[in-house]
């Protein structure tokens, strides 16, 4: 089992101030259209060149339409390259849009 967030236990830890690093793998039309403020984005495809940019300093929530790709990057991540710090955002922006944030466009 993949280590996991729900949307709103990260809503609840951005509340408190905790510093957490927001990673979306979608593609950049999907990040365009909407995202969760303060987020950065690796497309899921440019992880193989890019994983050095994840940070190791502090927990990491992966980010997708529904949660697949985001789940992928995770065992990717953790699995090439032994990072532990990884949380899985449980249904992604999606699941954000309809239960915390309604402001983000749901598509």
């Known amino acids: 089992m993949l280590p996991d967030i729900t949307p709103e236990d990260l809503h609840a830890r951005l509340q408190q101030g905790q510093a957490l ?5 979608r593609e950049p039309m999907e990040y365009e259209y909407c995202q969760i403020a303060g987020s950065a984005l690796i497309p899921l495809g440019d992880l193989t060149r ?15 339409h529904h949660g697949v790709r985001s789940a992928q ?10 990072l532990s ?9 999606h699941a954000w849009s309809v239960r915390v944030d309604p402001e983000v466009p749901v598509y």
Not at 50 to 64: A, F, H, K, S, Y
Not at 73 to 82: E, M, P, W
Not at 85 to 93: D, E, H, Q, S
């Open 50 to 64: 890019r994983w050095e940019e994840v940070p190791t300093d502090r927990p990491v929530v992966l980010i997708c």
């Open 21 to 25: 690093h927001l990673l979306d793998v």
């Open 85 to 93: 710090n990884l949380l899985n955002l449980r249904g992604g922006i």
């Open 73 to 82: 990057a995770l065992a990717f991540l953790q699995h090439r390259y032994g």
